[in-house]
């Protein structure tokens, strides 16, 4: 079964409100990670953690917050949505040897 | 500041071809590269990696990659493709050591189709 999971798989959402993301692992790594995708930039990070009670700014940190409450759960929160911000978001997780990923499915956010 | 590039957008081929996904990157300090791949509205699957050792390692689905250190390349190949190899390829570097240590830089992706 998947080890990586997000929900919600979809969202609309509307400009200035507030969105949450949310993923959760069953690999028990200590890693976790947020990634974009949109066309023409791969992926980039907005956020990662080391382990519980821990976040660290990727590449692209700006109006996204991070929160990680346990081992298994790493939350995106966006407290103020933009059109910009219409992406596919994924969650990853990974070990302390640090060069393998394992992906969630994506969440597809679409700001109105 | 560690840069991954892969040259080509897209590549096209037929069943049976062999194909050569391209990738070159930028990092002085001691790296992991590997290869990712995504089939339509999934996640990234991890393909293989190299760290040391043989430069020439071996992934699922009879896909290999080759590192060369004098061209700073890691190139993806594969002898023999299948229809349900089209999917879009990545190449990635991460580094144990520094600022950025734990974090993936993930090229553009190479998006490459098969056709039967």
């Known amino acids: 079964e998947a080890a990586v999971t997000q929900s919600p798989r979809n969202k609309v959402a509307v400009t200035g409100g507030k969105v949450t993301l949310s993923c959760n692992q069953t690999n028990n790594h200590n890693n976790m990670y947020w990634y974009r995708q949109d066309t023409g930039h791969g992926l980039r990070l907005i956020h990662y953690?080391?382990?519980?009670?821990?976040?660290e700014k990727g590449d692209i940190p700006d109006g996204y917050k991070a929160s990680r409450p346990s081992q298994e759960n790493f939350s995106l929160i966006l407290e103020l949505a933009t059109p910009s911000q219409t992406s596919v978001y994924f969650c990853?997780?990974?070990?302390?040897?640090?060069?393998?990923?394992?992906f969630g499915p994506g969440t597809r956010l679409l700001v109105l | 500041t560690q840069t991954v590039s892969q040259s080509d957008a897209h590549v096209t081929v037929f069943e049976g071809d062999s194909v050569e996904l391209r990738c070159n990157y930028s990092y002085g300090g001691s790296i992991y590269l590997s290869w990712y791949i995504q089939h339509h509205g999934r996640g990234l699957q991890f393909l293989l990696k190299?760290?040391?050792?043989?430069?020439v390692v071996q992934g699922v689905n009879g896909f290999e990659a080759e590192f060369s250190k004098s061209d700073s390349s890691f190139h993806l190949r594969k002898a023999s493709v299948h229809w349900s190899d089209s999917a879009v390829y990545f190449c990635a570097v991460s580094s144990n050591t520094g600022a950025n240590t734990g974090k993936l830089t993930f090229g553009h992706g190479t998006i490459l189709r098969v056709h039967p």
């Open positions: 953690s080391y382990g519980a009670g821990s976040t």
């Open positions: 190299y760290y040391s050792g043989n430069p």
């Open positions: 990853a997780s990974g070990d302390w040897g640090m060069d393998t990923q394992y």
